[in-house]
């Protein structure tokens, strides 16, 4: 069974622009879940969605957003790219529901590497 | 809340040593608990969990970790250290909801 991937797999982009990053989830999981990974944070969840719903959102400012599709996959959009965007962008995809009660692994794609230049 | 502690950002260990990596948490729920492991220009992959069942998990590649409520803990380890074992670790609790900051393992031959 292919896993998760995560088109493009790296980027670069200048500070104003904006950037649709994608993923296709393992066969037959309805969940999808992205994070942003730095150096100094490690990973934070960015949003979780779940049959075309956002279920949960994390912490971040408006600028980023995403959507799934009724095939599941997903895509996130940062606008107004700033400099503290870089980083490395994972989707991940799990066979449950997914949510706080769950006892569902997730399965990680490679990720999007983004520079912001 | 859920948060996760993992100390030491950087951890060294010999070729055959012991492997130990300390993650604690806090959950305002039953804690589901997870490590998973990340080699470079990858994703992570699952290691182990915890679901309440048994309290001592085995993993992949070797691996094992231990649910201790008392301490709020769920340590990994190895008891020999391999040169691939050289990645980042993170632990987890709850799904999506804290991941720590991960430890990067050095393997030292």
């Known amino acids: 069974k292919a896993g998760v991937t995560q088109t493009p797999r790296y980027l670069i982009k200048t500070r104003g622009q904006q950037v649709t990053l994608s993923c296709s989830p393992i066969?037959?999981?309805?969940?999808v879940s992205w994070y942003q990974q730095t150096p100094g944070q490690g990973l934070q969840f960015l949003f979780e969605?779940?049959?075309?719903?956002?279920?949960n959102k994390g912490n971040f400012p408006g600028r980023f957003s995403g959507r799934q599709f009724s095939n599941s996959r997903s895509e996130m959009n940062v606008s107004t790219l700033e400099l503290g965007d870089s980083a490395l962008y994972l989707c991940?995809?799990?066979?449950?529901?997914?949510?706080?009660?769950?006892?569902?692994?997730?399965?990680f794609g490679p990720g999007t590497r983004l520079t912001v230049t | 809340a859920q948060s996760v502690t993992q100390l030491g950002s950087h951890v060294s260990v010999s070729e055959g040593a012991l492997v130990l990596l300390r993650c604690n948490y806090s959950?305002?729920?039953?804690?589901?608990l997870f490590w998973y492991v990340q080699y470079p220009n990858q994703g992570l992959q699952l290691l182990l969990k915890?679901?309440?069942?048994?309290?001592l998990v085995k993993g992949i590649n070797g691996f094992e970790a231990e649910f201790k409520k008392s301490e709020t803990s769920f340590h990994l380890t190895k008891p020999s250290a391999h040169m691939s074992d050289a990645a980042e670790y993170f632990c987890?609790?709850?799904?999506?909801?804290?991941f720590g900051k991960g430890n990067q393992v050095v393997v030292i031959p």
């Open positions: 915890y679901t309440s069942a048994a309290t």
């Open positions: 066969s037959g999981h309805r969940s």
């Open positions: 959950s305002s729920v039953p804690p589901y």
């Open positions: 969605y779940f049959s075309e719903t956002q279920r």
């Open positions: 991940a995809s799990t066979r449950g529901a997914g949510g706080r009660g769950s006892h569902y692994e997730q399965y």
């Open positions: 987890a609790v709850n799904f999506f909801r804290a």
